[in-house]
């Protein structure tokens, strides 16, 4: 018996997303967690993760967008907004 994929939301792909790009356990990441001072992202980090999320849920983060996307939170928000507008 195949066991059946359960598919993730948003909060939970991003928090994924971030907490494997920053090496830290997905226990660690919260909606609150900043990506430079918690997690110590830098810019490379930061365009790899935006990647990781746009490959995950299908949207595009604009390259001048993301310097502006420093929590969690604010991807989240950022993200729902663009697919509700889909």
């Known amino acids: ?27 660690s990441v919260s909606p609150s ?14 365009v790899e993760f935006t990647m990781k999320v ?7 983060i604009p390259d001048e967008k993301i310097p502006e996307l420093v929590t969690v939170q604010m991807v989240i928000d950022y993200v729902s907004v663009q697919r509700s507008a889909k």
């Open 33 to 46: 967690t900043h990506f430079t001072n918690d997690l110590d992202y830098d810019s490379l980090d930061a």
């Open 1 to 27: 018996m195949t066991k059946a994929v359960v598919p993730l939301t948003i909060e939970q792909a991003i928090i994924r997303a971030a907490a494997e790009q920053g090496g830290v356990p997905v226990e």
């Open 54 to 60: 746009e490959d995950a849920l299908g949207v595009k």
